[in-house]
């Protein structure tokens, strides 16, 4: 079986955005006109096609990120040559396959958007017309930047009241970036907004039809001409300055034509050095198509970006795969969903070679093969399957039980394990016990399959009160986890309420030595380890760390013995009883983080020494010397940020600032006001109650963990007595 599409046609972008800038109104709308639905579903309605869940319809929130498949030929291409500007051609030169991912905008999803983007080539970045830039705009802008992805703006929502198109754009270059650039103005705005000026070729476009289905050009009208042409200069000369040949020779006088122009801004945006910025409203069916002509013309092809990077899990030496199908076969699982009627899937993106249906596959993190039973190209939530796929494509493999998210899956006689995704860590937890008896033996599986599916979801045991506890990225995270248990498990829950994930650390230096010895006739147990503790270092990069250091998240393992004094045999031990030490906490008993720790010294017995006796050893040296180091409770500090009506400002700052909040600034907001400051999360539960009760309903506020701060003295007391 061959290939059925060129590798430079095809395009796996993502759409992506704050909550409510329309990102799935949007999707809905690519949808439609690339023919894959023939009825466009709303948000409003619930009747959505990436939006599948029945948690998603009835919140009218994207919580899980949707796969779909479908084709697009550029409106430009259908009567005309856009090399020429004439002449009929054949459609299918210019049909593009578009592999979409649907993202969450709310916060307490951003995994979803995290692990997208890394398998992602492109995306399009929606902005509410209204608003602008927004606080999850900015975290998923940044999660892009990591990922190195090439972004489309598409400023939606400008039929609202309020709407401007020049303040949105005003926020793009103010907290996003300076290299974006307008592609388009807006042809009216609010309840007259029609249609989009395109700056490149100087022509007005209208969305005519039941369902704006028919893109009509037209001659720019007379009162846009001036603003059109000040920006259309502007726009070139962006353009130019990506070529010092084009450049010079536009300064003496000659305009690039079009093609030049064209394939200039596709390097440029390829290499995140222009951002194009697009105008329209997805509900009003108005600039949909002309952002999907974009995604033809300047996001890459899979051939375009660098070729993926990772290790040789046999030699560990650094190793690359390019997107080829005649490359040896690599791809990456970046997402596990349960599927009611196939069982588990795993969403994998190929980067090179291909793979068929019944082949086996080699996972480096396990070391084993598994059989690919069927592969599915996904539609949401509906089905194709497919025999064989290729370098490029995105799927979802039935039949691997081992394979979990983040792992690579690839040849065996060509092994490679892809870099891993980061995912941030759960900063609140609940308690949950299952009502009855059979609910307990449900509750296990159930809580095993979620964890398995959301990277960012975690159970644990409580140690001393046996209880189970459910840590994720906020409480509709957990709220919806709960609820996914009871709809597709069948399990009843009991639920607690929302606790903090509170951490400690340490401030200061301190030594020690742990020595456990324990004689019990016959052989004995002997471990003894001195150690110095103190702050990690955050600023120094971990590639420029001594080869002696070994830097995990949060914890750092410096080996400084000399002479023998603990055989290398155990060292390993000792790194694994420092890292137990730090599980619990000397304060109150959550987890210490951020500490590097110092193995110098030590001795062991030629006959009772054994790695259990040395970590325990290292185990009871860490919490002594934690003890010792000035150690401190650090709490989760949350970016807030409130919109609310000018005549209730007074009374939002001041709610804020009782609750510990540090104000950051304040804006206007269409004809609101909205309200940045950090707070801690603790002082936030039930704060949309209160916001609501002292606004008359008429505010919203949004809120995601920016970082951990110390805990002031009066409220670590608190905390202190309450884990007594």
Request: proline letters at 5%; glycine letters at 8%; hydrophobic letters at 40%.
């Amino acid at each position: 079986m061959e290939r059925d599409y060129p590798l430079e046609k095809v395009r796996n972008f993502g759409i992506i955005a704050h909550i409510d800038a329309g990102k799935t109104t949007t999707s809905e709308r690519v949808l439609f006109y690339t023919g894959v639905s023939h009825k466009i579903g709303e948000v409003h309605d619930g009747e959505t096609t990436t939006d599948w869940m029945e948690q998603e319809r009835e919140r009218g929130i994207t919580i899980t990120s949707a796969a779909v498949t479908c084709f697009w030929t550029p409106t430009y291409a259908l009567n005309n040559n856009p090399s020429t500007g004439s002449g009929q051609i054949s459609k299918t030169n210019f049909k593009h396959r578009f592999n979409i991912i649907d993202t969450p905008g709310h916060i307490d999803f951003t995994a979803e958007v995290k692990r997208s983007l890394r398998v992602l080539d492109g995306a399009v970045v929606v902005f509410d017309g209204v608003a602008g830039v927004e606080p999850q705009s900015e975290t998923n802008w940044r999660y892009a930047d990591e990922a190195m992805v090439p972004r489309i703006c598409f400023v939606n929502k400008l039929d609202r009241i309020g709407a401007s198109f020049e303040h949105s754009y005003a926020t793009i270059l103010d907290r996003l970036s300076k290299n974006a650039i307008r592609m388009q103005i807006p042809i009216g705005l609010e309840d007259k907004h029609e249609g989009a000026v395109d700056l490149l070729t100087m022509k007005a476009y209208y969305f005519e039809g039941d369902m704006g289905n028919k893109v009509v050009e037209k001659e720019i009208p007379e009162e846009l001409k001036a603003d059109a042409e000040k920006y259309h200069n502007e726009l070139i000369e962006k353009i130019v300055e990506q070529d010092d040949v084009v450049m010079t020779e536009y300064l003496d006088g000659k305009i690039p034509t079009l093609d030049v122009l064209k394939k200039l801004m596709r390097k440029a945006v390829i290499a995140n050095k222009i951002f194009p910025v697009f105008a329209g409203s997805a509900l009003k069916n108005k600039g949909v198509q002309l952002v999907l002509d974009a995604v033809v013309d300047y996001l890459p092809a899979p051939t375009d970006i660098p070729a993926i990077e990772g290790v040789n899990p046999n030699t560990e030496e650094h190793d690359v795969r390019h997107a080829s199908d005649s490359e040896p076969f690599s791809a990456l699982a970046f997402k596990v969903a349960t599927d009611p009627f196939v069982g588990q899937l795993i969403f994998f993106r190929v980067y090179s070679g291909s793979l068929s249906a019944g082949s086996y596959v080699y996972n480096p993190r396990t070391r084993n093969k598994e059989r690919i039973g069927r592969i599915l190209r996904m539609h949401a939530n509906d089905r194709e399957e497919v025999k064989k796929v290729f370098a490029g494509e995105i799927a979802a493999a039935v039949g691997l039980k081992d394979t979990i998210t983040s792992d690579t899956i690839c040849d065996e006689e060509h092994p490679i394990e892809l870099y891993r995704i980061v995912f941030p860590e759960p900063v609140i937890d609940l308690r949950v016990e299952p009502k009855t008896k059979a609910d307990q033996e449900k509750m296990g599986m159930a809580l095993n399959r979620l964890a398995q599916e959301d990277p960012t979801f975690r159970v644990t045991t409580d140690s001393e009160t046996n209880e189970t506890i459910i840590a994720g990225m906020g409480e509709l995270h957990l709220e919806i986890l709960v609820d996914r248990m009871k709809r597709e498990f069948g399990v009843e829950t009991n639920v607690g309420k929302p606790q903090v994930a509170y951490r400690e650390t340490i401030t200061g230096e301190a030594g020690t030595e742990g020595k456990y010895i324990k004689q019990s006739g016959g052989r004995g147990n002997y471990g003894h380890v001195k150690i110095k503790v103190k702050p990690m270092d955050m600023n120094v990069d971990p590639e420029d760390l001594p080869k002696n250091v070994k830097r995990e998240k949060g914890f750092e393992f410096i080996n400084t013995i000399k002479g023998g004094s603990i055989p290398q045999e155990y060292i390993p031990a000792c790194e694994k009883g420092f890292k137990e030490g730090l599980d619990r906490g000397v304060l109150a008993g959550f987890k210490i983080v951020n500490v590097s720790v110092e193995l110098w010294d030590g001795s062991y017995h030629d006959v009772d020494s054994n790695e259990m006796a040395f970590k325990i050893a290292a185990s009871m040296a860490m919490q002594d010397a934690c003890k010792m180091a000035k150690p401190v409770i650090l709490e989760p500090m949350m970016k807030v940020e409130v919109v609310t009506p000018e005549k209730f400002m007074g009374d939002v700052t001041g709610s804020l600032s009782s609750k510990r909040g540090l104000i950051e600034g304040m804006e206007a907001r269409g004809l609101n006001q909205a309200v940045r400051a950090i707070v801690p999360l603790s002082e936030m539960f039930g704060y949309m109650t209160t916001l609501r009760s002292m606004t008359e309903g008429r505010a919203g506020f949004t809120m995601e963990f920016i970082r951990y701060d110390i805990v002031p003295q009066s409220v670590a007391a608190t905390i202190i007595e309450s884990r007594k």
